[in-house]
T-cell receptor, first 112, second 113 residues
Framework: NAGVTQTPKFRVLKTGQSMTLLCAQD?????MYWYRQDPGMGLRLIHY???????AKGEVPDGYNVSRLKKQNFLLGLESAAPSQTSVYFC???????????FGSGTQLSVL | SQKIEQNSEALNIQEGKTATLTCNYT??????LQWYRQDPGRGPVFLLL?????KEKRKERLKVTFDTTLKQSLFHITASQPADSATYLC????????????FGAGTRLAVHP
């Protein structure tokens, strides 16, 4: 049982480049989330989805876009990367509104 | 705005002792609170959920309390072991539902043999 899988695990970008982070879950969860984690700041919610075809903004959505075309996948896009987007990105999923979150192992992104 | 505070200083304790971690929150009345464990280079892993009508919850060596008057949760690990060394995060739902969680920055626990 893979749970939540994130790809890639590491990536280095130059300022202005674009990329997409992929999150896949095999637990048939309705809810999916993208967080970023920075030292001393905890996890901050970027975007989330409450079901296939839906997306919504979280705390820090600027500079990011997301898509949930299939229930099991949640994509996070950076159209024009900036050094401020250097962070560790975590995807998570949950079965229902008050259930625990299952997290992926994270993507370390550096923007130079 | 909603705010969660966890002690940013690492907690160092001796093996076998009880570790107590604190989570304080402001401007908020959450229906529940969750605790997660995070090891270096890994994603957080869920440990316990406690609801506002529960004052205490236990799971093996873990105990969580939730004081809605003080706006505080305490997380206890009894008979601590070096394997308990990790960062512990508390999380509360944003207002508006959908299990959008706001996380504290976490407290790093180091258990020494």
């Amino acid at each position: 049982n893979a749970g939540v899988t994130q790809t890639p695990k590491f990536r280095v970008l130059k300022t202005g480049q674009s990329m997409t982070l992929l999150c896949a879950q095999d637990m048939n969860h309705e809810y999916m989330y993208w967080y970023r984690q920075d030292p001393g700041m905890g996890l901050r919610l970027i975007h989330y989805s409450v079901g296939e075809g839906t997306t919504a903004k979280g705390e820090v959505p600027d500079g990011y876009n997301v898509s949930r075309l299939k229930k099991q996948n949640f994509l996070l896009g950076l159209e024009s990367a900036a050094p401020s987007q250097t962070s560790v990105y975590f995807c998570a999923s949950s079965y229902s509104v008050t259930e625990k979150l299952f997290f992926g192992s994270g993507t370390q992104l550096s923007v130079l | 705005s909603q705010k969660i505070e966890q002690n940013s200083e690492a907690l160092n304790i001796q093996e076998g002792k009880t570790a107590t971690l604190t989570c304080n929150y402001t401007n908020y009345s959450p229906a529940y609170l969750q605790w997660y464990r995070q090891d270096p280079g890994r994603g957080p892993v869920f440990l316990l959920l406690i609801r506002e009508n529960e004052k205490e919850k236990r799971k093996e060596r873990l105990k969580v309390t939730f004081d809605t008057t003080l706006k505080q949760s305490l997380f206890h690990i009894t008979a601590s072991q070096p394997a308990d060394s990790a960062t512990y995060l508390c999380a509360l739902p944003f207002s508006g539902g959908y299990n959008k969680l706001i996380f504290g920055a976490g407290t790093r626990l180091a258990v020494h043999p």
